[in-house]
Nanobody, 118 residues
């Protein structure tokens, strides 16, 4: 599975960005897609995941501000980020994997940098 992410950039606090990620290849081996992020000097953390059936899970830090969605026909997942804060600054990584009782990412896209700054 190959993942191609896009949509990062520089935004002011309180602003919005939308990330996109398209999957190609043997997608039958996965049932969920999502986003992780990694800020400088910090560990990579899960932001959100969405199953092929539309179930979602969010990190507490982004609940109410970020919304994940997917287009199964396009094998794509999107992350709408509203109310961005400086602490959201990070490289965001699209991923795909298996979500049963817990999520196990198997494939990773390249990171796309989101910078929230005035």
């Amino acid at each position: 599975v190959q993942l191609q992410a896009s949509g990062g950039g520089l935004v002011q606090p309180g602003g919005s960005l939308r990330l996109s990620c398209a999957a190609s290849g043997s997608i039958r081996s996965i049932n969920a897609m999502g986003w992780y992020r990694q800020a400088p000097g910090k560990e990579r953390e899960l932001v959100t995941i969405i199953s092929s059936g539309g179930s979602t899970n969010y990190a507490d830090s982004v609940k109410g501000r970020f919304t994940v969605s997917r287009d199964n026909a396009k094998n794509s997942v999107y992350l709408q980020m509203n109310g961005l804060k400086p602490e959201d600054t990070a490289s965001y990584y699209c991923n795909a994997g298996l979500w049963v009782r817990s999520y196990s990412p198997r494939y990773w896209g390249q990171g796309t940098l989101v910078t929230v700054s005035s």
